[in-house]
Each structure stands twice: as C-alpha cells, then as structure tokens.
C-alpha cells in the first residue's frame, strides 16, 4: 500500500510495528534459558515443562469447550435473526435494531454483571453451562452484523427462482441461502469462537466457583509473576490462530477460484 504523505506512511508503518513488536518479542521469549535475559542463550525446555503441566492444560480444554460450544450457538442465534430480519430490516423500529447492536456497545463488566444478576435471579447454578450462555449472548450480535452483510451480497432472485420451481422456504435455506453464506458463517464462528476463547470479565462473573478458564487461570498466574510457561502457551496459541486464519483465506480464495472458473 502506498501513501502519498510521509506522515501518514510513517503513522502506518509504525501501527504495524508497534501492533506486532509484542507478539515477536513473546515468541522470542518462549525460547530464552532465562526469559529476563535474551543473551541467556536458548531452549525448548519451557514448551516441554508446558506439556507436562496439568495446571494449565485444563483450564485451556475448558476455554475450547466453551469457545466451541458458545462459538456454535451464537452462529445458529446470529445466523437465524440475521436471516429473518434481513427482508424487513427496513421495517424494523430503532428500538429492535439498538437492541441487537446493545451487546456490542456496552461495557463488559456492565454486560457480566447484569448476566450474573439474571442467573442468580431465574436461581442457575453458576458453572459451565451459564459461562457458554453468557459468551453466545453477546457474541451472536457480532454474528447477526456479519451474516447481515453477508446476506446484502446474494442474488435474490436466486430465491425467488427456487421459490417458482416449487421448493419450500426451509428447501429455499439449505440448499440456497446456505451454501451461500458459509464463508460468513466460518468468519462469524471464528469472530465468536476468538471473542469466547479470550473473555475474563464475563466469564470472572459467570464462571463461579468450580470453573477457571484459561483468562481467569493465567490472572491467577500473573499475581505472583510471569510463568515462562505462559510464554510458551501464548506461542502455541498464536499459531493455531494464524493457521485458522490462513485455513480461512485460503478456503475464500480457492472458493472465488472456483466461481470464476
């Protein structure tokens, strides 16, 4: 990308490096002998006492599970208003239409408290399954936004011929509208799954007592210092998203070979 003023090249270049600069110095530091000294020399023995720590090990199965599972849910909720609000959006009052955008807007811990009032009040043991409630109740709006504008790109009168040859509005969904927004749905998921994974201040509120996900474990971790197996686990962590996301880019890219073909 180029940049007729050098003011704004600077100002970019610099984001990016500043952007990134913490994320290279982390990696570099899940190899040092010593992570306070980089002229320590270097080692894998912190990824290896990582594997062999169970301490961390569950905290991050629960935050899997729970990204999974709150990550599908969201995409289903999201999805599924996205698609039968889509048509009469227009329509839609601007009380509707602020009440879908409300999760994204207010402050997490607003959002955390007012989930555990509602648990504690309809009397839900607080645990597992109120944590992947909480995480899809504000993750489906970044979803329902996602396939909206999914949803603006297809041909409607794909449907509409559909509709003609005699199919019926559930026919229309999974053999039309579906196959047609599952670039949507994997970046919506991801987008959910992402926000889950690395929630602390709604799963802090929600969680209780008998449930730590991997936020809540690593701040545990931080009030007596830095764990140089963290650093190890952060490593393993941003490569799994980077290769989610190149997976991701890699499948639009073929789709689009596809379609021009």
């Not at 997490?108 to 109120?130: N, Q």
């Not at 959910?192 to 701040?219: E, Q, R, V, W």
Request: glycine residues 6%; hydrophobic residues 55%; aromatic residues 14%.
């Amino acid at each position: 990308m180029r940049f007729r003023n050098p003011l704004v090249t600077f100002l970019f270049w610099y984001g990016i490096v500043m952007l990134y600069l913490p994320l290279f110095y982390l990696v570099f530091q899940a190899f040092l002998e010593n992570p306070n000294d980089w002229r320590s020399g270097f080692t894998l023995k912190w990824l290896v006492k990582l594997f062999d720590s169970s301490a961390l090990w569950v905290p991050l199965l629960n935050s899997v599970e729970i990204g999974v599972l709150s990550a599908t849910l969201a995409v289903s909720l999201g999805t599924l208003g996205a698609v039968g609000l889509t048509r009469i959006a227009q329509f839609l009052p601007p009380l509707i239409q602020t009440l879908i955008l409300l999760p994204i807007l207010v402050p997490e811990v607003i959002t955390g408290l007012s989930l555990l009032l509602f648990f504690l009040l309809c009397r839900f043991d607080l645990g597992f399954v109120t944590v992947v409630v909480a995480h899809a109740s504000f993750s489906a709006s970044f979803v329902y936004f996602i396939m909206v504008e999914q949803l603006k790109k297809l041909d409607p009168q794909m449907n509409e011929a559909a509709q003609d040859l005699g199919a019926k509005p559930t026919e229309v969904f999974w053999k039309i509208t579906l196959p047609n927004i599952i670039p949507g749905l994997m970046g919506g998921w991801l987008l959910a799954f992402t926000l889950s994974f690395d929630d602390f201040l709604i799963s802090f509120f929600t969680s209780g007592a008998g449930l730590t996900t991997l936020p809540l474990k690593i701040y545990s971790l931080m009030r007596i210092g830095v764990s140089p197996e963290l650093n190890g686990l952060s490593l393993i962590m941003i490569c799994i998203s980077t290769c989610l996301v190149l997976m991701l880019i890699s499948k639009e890219q073929s789709r689009k070979w596809v379609l021009k073909g």
